[in-house]
């Protein structure tokens, strides 16, 4: 026996469901109904202007219990709108018909009839079955300025259904440019994201107005929300312009967050965005004990005392030796007691060019001198080699390990404007991320700052303040790579990496092709190709000593010491003429 109408169209509805995925939940449970014998309660099926004659109508009271599943006949639409409902045409209405996630069933053969029908609503599958026992799916795309229709057919016996195809539809694009990920040339977008982007638009049949993003921003939430053109936004950015209708895809390094996600639908996961944090390297910072810190504070120890005892040693050796002088006065000792704290400090240094007048006991005079010249020549030696190695060497030494460390010191913190980032700390209500953003962005100078085409002097600037600036991709790895002598990467990113990709509208009739189009990309390892051809590696850059240069940074102490000197010299002047004045009136 040949089988019925109904049940030829529930088998092709089944084998599209496996194809498309877009078949609603109602007429699959329809399908579970028939096949299971599982009894659902749903809202029923409506028959529109058919005849209990028909072939159709009657095996459909032999499928479905019409206690189980209410069937009606409908002779006209006498209802505004109908919602999650069944609805089958013998014959093509002369009304609009406005619908949401329902199952619309046209019998027809004329296509294009079909086509021309006004309906509207959201959420709706829509089936074409001709006499010839064809299968067609119409979809109807809705963009920010335009609508289009296409019908696919579907071979329920090879599962081959004709490829998403939106006529020539233009689509508004917001973006914002992003170093290797996005950039706009000659009207087309480039980078990975650019040529995926393009790639879809080729395979999809759209074509695109690209708009850059009013503001610059890639999408925060606003506290008081954001007005624009007469129409009010919870976010900022090109998510604030998805939401209040303005562009129907963005596309840049927009990362997937349970925010977003609220007011726009994430179109799928083209790219995994690591979330960096900069800061100076210490050897930037102004250093008062450069001079001191090539010798430990052990070996400054030994060497003091050494030179304190080699000192006491020769002042007594020199007070013995000139005990026979007869005119060897309290003042002559005195004159004594400072050359040689002049010859310890000018041997110390190896400076010295002649030796202290040897009176008596020569040989204990020689020995003493010798081991003094020996002792100040290997201290200054190897004094020399310590500090040419430390000023001359930036070793990146972070002076924390994770982003949270900031509220032990005095840094800031610098983040994205109309980042993610800003909404999940402004929004915090307790917590550490609470007090980064009360204690260390908020009202700051560089707090916030906008990740432009040109932000790199801006970054640069802020980290030379004493910030924590956060970043993400390569952007941020691009300027630390550039300034390998004054930027250091922190060892631990604040988040895991983040997926990026386009955003849509919500609820988007473009939302579910988009999404189609780039997993069967990314199953087909077409994503992965273009990122590894157009994305590559940020290598971290290396600080060689040919790119250090001393600045006051490191020599600051040596200003310290000539400053003190003259300010002593002075004061002793001043103490000197004060008392020859006072000695000879």
């Avoid at 606003?222 to 009010?232: A, D, L, Y």
């Avoid at 999404?515 to 994305?535: A, S």
């Amino acid at each position: 026996m040949t089988p019925s109408r109904l049940k030829i169209l529930c088998i092709l509805i089944l084998q599209i469901t496996k194809v498309f995925s877009l078949t609603s939940g109602l007429i699959d449970k329809l399908i579970r109904l028939h096949y299971r014998g599982i009894a659902i309660q749903k809202s029923g099926i409506y028959l529109m202007e058919c005849e209990e004659t028909d072939d159709f109508v009657e095996d459909l009271f032999q499928l479905f219990d019409d206690k189980q599943i209410a069937i009606r006949f409908m002779q006209n639409l006498n209802q505004r709108f109908w919602n999650e409902s069944t609805l089958v045409f013998c014959s093509l209405p002369n009304q609009p018909i406005t619908s949401f996630d329902s199952t619309l069933i046209f019998l027809n053969d004329d296509l294009e009839a079909v086509k021309k029908l006004s309906l509207e609503g959201k959420g709706n599958s829509i089936y074409i079955f001709t006499s010839k026992f064809e299968m067609y799916q119409m979809m109807i795309i809705k963009s920010v300025f335009n609508t289009v229709k296409y019908i696919a057919e579907v071979d329920h016996k090879t599962h081959v259904s004709s490829r998403i195809n939106l006529q020539g539809m233009k689509l508004e694009v917001g973006y914002i440019e992003s170093s290797n990920y996005l950039r706009m040339a000659g009207g087309r977008f480039e980078g990975s994201l650019g040529t995926i982007f393009e790639l879809m638009s080729s395979l999809m049949n759209f074509t695109i107005n690209p708009i850059p993003s009013y503001d610059g921003y890639y999408g925060s939430l606003v506290m008081n929300g954001t007005k624009r053109n007469g129409q009010t936004s919870t976010h900022n950015g090109l998510i604030g312009m998805l939401e209040r209708g303005e562009i129907d895809v963005a596309i840049t390094d927009l990362s997937l967050t349970f925010q977003r996600a609220e007011v726009a639908d994430f179109g799928g996961k083209m790219v995994l965005q690591p979330t960096v944090c900069l800061l100076s390297i210490s050897g930037t910072d102004l250093n008062y004990l450069a001079y001191i810190k090539p010798f430990n504070k052990k070996i400054w120890f030994v060497i003091i005392v050494s030179t304190l005892g080699l000192t006491l040693f020769t002042l007594l050796l020199s007070l013995v030796s000139y005990r026979s002088e007869k005119n060897f006065t309290w003042h002559h000792k005195l004159e004594l007691c400072l050359d040689i704290l002049a010859f310890a400090a000018r041997t110390m240094s190896t400076k010295d060019n002649f030796m202290l007048e040897e009176k008596r006991y020569k040989n204990a005079w020689r020995i003493l001198l010798l081991t003094y010249l020996v002792f100040g020549y290997f201290v200054v030696v190897t004094y020399n080699a310590e500090l040419t190695s430390n000023l001359t060497s930036s070793e990146q030494k972070p002076k924390i390990n994770q982003l949270e460390d900031i509220l032990e010191n005095d840094m800031k913190l610098s983040l994205p404007k109309g980042s993610f980032y800003v909404s999940l700390l402004e929004s915090a209500t307790e917590g550490d991320y609470k007090k980064l953003w009360d204690q260390k962005v908020s009202g700051e100078r560089y707090g916030l700052i906008k990740w432009g085409s040109n932000a790199e002097d801006e970054v640069l600037k802020a980290i030379k303040e004493n910030y924590l600036v956060l970043g993400f991709g390569d952007r941020a790895l691009d300027i630390q790579a550039q300034n390998p002598c004054d930027v250091a990467r922190l060892a631990k990113d604040p988040i895991l990496p983040t997926q990026i990709g386009i955003y849509l509208q919500k609820n988007s009739d473009l939302t579910q092709l988009f999404q189609h189009q780039l997993r069967v990309m990314r199953e087909t390892g077409v994503v992965d190709t273009i990122i590894e051809k157009k994305q590559k590696p940020v290598k971290p850059g290396v600080c060689s000593k040919k790119d250090v240069k001393l600045g006051i940074e490191s020599t600051v102490f040596l200003f310290i010491c000539v400053s003190g000197g003259c300010l002593v010299a002075a004061l002793l002047l001043l103490l000197e003429i004060l008392t020859f004045i006072s000695t000879h009136p």
